[in-house]
């Protein structure tokens, strides 16, 4: 089968020869119908963050349910589901409550399919467990393959900050890309925040208040900590949700924050910040979360259904996927890039 395979730093090829997998006990073999294409796997294509393993890409996938091992009784042939990305043991505490992108075990087990172990970038793909599955009914597998990630990650990290998102308060949301185009959505659909967004291209500011954004602020302007503390005022900002990560946006987050606000960083942009007493205004809080949980995706589940929000797609082939890593990698694609088969 066509998969297309991380094979070291830099080092992405298609390939047409790999063997169809056959599920055995708790397995479940998908059909995909589409896999996204996120800002990690750049880390892990030029950054080599997962050192010399090879494997195939993909860690926003979904498809259709093609073969269930021999214990498996809630899945059949031709159900549509997404698959949900960080694989835990499934026993720990946090497995148990549905968070297994916090499973205790994560250092042994690695991060999961298209992380270290084969994804979705392939024609079929094995799911280890019919656990990590979560039905999506009517909706297209190709249009809700990011909700796995581009829309759970942000949907997570924002939850955490809801009784803070009220209609008297600003959010400033940093990258409007795959996962910041979904966030300013799920901001608009869930709280009154007034809801900045900041974007280094005019084109993604203006895509930004298409989706809800009331301002917007191109964060290469020197001024921009200035500009959006005059449209805050004194109260000043009170999350910030960081979707690059790099030292100079969360240096920008530290100038725009207020007193008892948030300060999310969810980008792996390599940033550094050195913690000073007089460095953050007092109670602020600074998290650098990962992922979401899997109740997490069957709400986000329930956002699209109610097409609440909408992932903006750009559709292509698996073939074509280095070209769309270097479309990434200039800034260049719109919401979220899907592959198929
Ligand atoms: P993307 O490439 O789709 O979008 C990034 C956006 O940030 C682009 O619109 C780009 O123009 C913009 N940008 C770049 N530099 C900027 C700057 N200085 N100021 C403002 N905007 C800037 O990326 P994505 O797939 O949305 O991923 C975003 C980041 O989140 C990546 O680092 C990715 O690895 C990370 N990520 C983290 C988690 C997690 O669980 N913590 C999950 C998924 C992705
Ligand atoms: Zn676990």
Sequence with gaps: MKAVRYFGHKDVRVVNDLEKPTPKGDEVLLKIGGAGVCHSDLHIIDEGTVGDLVFTLGHENAGWVEEVGDTVTDYKKGDAVLVYGPWGCGHCKPCQQS??????????????????LDGGMSEYMLVPSSRLLVPIHDLDPVIAAPLTDAALTPYSAIKKSLPKLMPDEFVVVIGVGGLGHVAVQILREMTGAAIIACDVTEDKLEFAKSLGAAYTVNSKDADAAEQILKIAGIQKVKVVLDFVG??????????????DGDLTIVGLGGGYYEYSMNGLPFGVSMSNPYWGSRTELMEVVG????????IEIEQYKFDQANEVYDRMRQGKIKGRAVLTP
């Design 99 to 116: 968070k297994e992108n916090y499973c205790n075990h994560q250092s042994e087990l690695g991060y999961g399919g298209g992380l270290g």
């Design 246 to 259: 790099a030292t100079p946006t969360i240096e920008l987050g530290t100038k725009i924050v207020s007193m």
């Design 303 to 310: 956002l699209a259904r109610q097409k609440k929000i909408h």
